[in-house]
């Protein structure tokens, strides 16, 4: 049996960045990585600008700090200066405006006076060059790479992206994630289980991770335990990017998923992995796509293995799609309660993770195995148990599974 670090370079072996595509920037792209190198349309500013309202003047007028001036004419942002400013004048100036040809400082209006309608008096220390104004191309000039090719979009990105001009730009996609429940013993939330029946959990589980993964679900339903209802929804799951299945990969007699995925052209790349829960994960590769390769998961149906599979395999899976660093992010923690636990395989426990003052903290709480949901709703995090029997104390450092951006 593969360990989880071994599993999880198989999937990132088969794991290549989605064929980029020219893509709108709006709120829908955030998250998302570009991937093009995107230059500067013009300079930025395009003119030497006013930082602050005050008055545009002569550093050369007013060395002492003191002098009175006569104003030529006022200045808003969007307006262009008319007049030079000339020996013994200024420029009334707001924020934002462009300086006018002849000034080399702008004092602010706080230390200035108007004595009449057409002089101010300047009361300041003497003003340097370039005082309260920001130079033409001080941000960017034209031609130059302003955001490279693997950048990630954030707001900020975004607003850049507008400020030369771009509307569209080529971005890696969103991978599109195609999530299907199996089980005869499934019914979905809205339903009222019958005798032997539990309602479907995993399949708004699954679709909540993806998205918070970046990728874009898609539901597919139930399939029952039956090849005629395994195999049409399987097959169009093979239409997505990655298909998550949950239920029917262990060993039974109705386990029929991995027989099915072979029947319609899936290659196994491992099936069982050594930790606990979440043995018997299924990964494949599906090659007979005419939009490239298809990743393929089968996840155990206890909801907790299924959940903490996906964060160690399908997650990584779909940033590395997306070109984002894929993860997962293992980080190392201190216990803070004493903790014994016996395990025949690597088990991945729920836990509560804080960052404190010297680094994370990590508690185990209270669970009883993979069906228990509940117990994992009080966690944000896995802490690792190694095989064998321990008794942990307070202040052993251990690795955890975060799970929560």
């Known amino acids: 049996m593969l360990s989880v670090k071994e599993a999880q370079a198989k999937v990132l072996e088969n794991v290549r960045p989605l064929r980029a595509q020219p893509l709108g920037l709006g709120p829908a792209v955030l998250g998302l990585v ?31 700090g003191r002098a009175e001036l006569r104003v030529i004419e006022e200045v808003s942002a969007g307006q262009t200066p008319r007049l ?42 003497p003003p340097s060059l370039g005082q309260n104004i920001l130079r033409r191309g001080r941000e960017m000039r034209v031609d130059e790479v302003i955001l490279a090719r693997g950048a990630r979009l954030r707001p900020q990105e975004l607003g850049l992206l507008a400020t030369v001009g771009r509307v569209i730009a080529q971005i890696q996609p969103a991978a599109r994630v195609a999530v ?10 809205p339903d009222k289980p019958g005798p032997s029946q539990i309602r479907n959990g995993n399949g708004p589980m699954l679709m909540a991770q993806a998205a918070r993964a970046g990728g874009i679900p898609k539901y597919l339903g139930l399939a029952r335990d039956r090849l005629d209802s395994l195999r049409p929804l399987i097959t169009a799951g093979l239409e997505a990017d990655v298909l998550v299945l949950s239920g029917g990969v262990s060993a039974g007699k109705l386990d029929l998923v991995p027989g099915v995925l072979a029947e319609l052209g899936v290659e196994a790349v491992f099936h069982k992995v050594a930790m606990k829960p979440g043995k018997p994960v299924f990964f494949g590769t599906h090659t007979h796509s005419p939009k ?53 395989r690597p088990t991945y426990h729920p836990a509560v993770l804080v960052s404190e003052k010297g680094g994370w903290k990590v508690r185990a709480v209270p669970w009883f195995g993979s069906p228990d949901l509940r117990g994992v709703a009080a966690a944000n995090a896995f802490v690792v148990f190694p095989a064998g029997d321990h008794v942990y104390h307070a202040g052993a450092e251990l690795e955890v599974l975060a799970v929560e951006d």
């Open 84 to 125: 030079p400013v000339e020996p013994g004048q200024a420029t009334r100036i707001m924020t934002g405006a462009p300086l006018p040809v002849g000034a080399d400082a702008v004092v602010i209006v706080e230390r200035t006076k108007v004595i009449d309608g057409g002089t101010v008096r300047i009361e300041d220390k």
């Open 292 to 344: 490239g390769t298809n990743l393929v998961f089968g996840l155990p149906g206890n909801p907790v293995s299924a959940l903490v599979c996906f964060e160690l395999f399908v997650r990584p899976a779909i940033r590395g799609l997306m070109g984002l660093d894929p993860g997962p992010n293992i980080v190392t923690a201190i216990l803070t309660e004493d903790f014994t636990y016996r395990t025949d």
């Open 180 to 189: 299907l429940s199996t089980g005869d013993e499934i019914v979905e939330a």
């Open 34 to 64: 570009l991937a093009e190198d995107v230059t500067a349309d013009l300079d930025m500013p395009p003119y030497d600008k006013s930082m602050m309202d005050g008055y545009a003047v002569r550093v050369a007028d007013v060395a002492l």
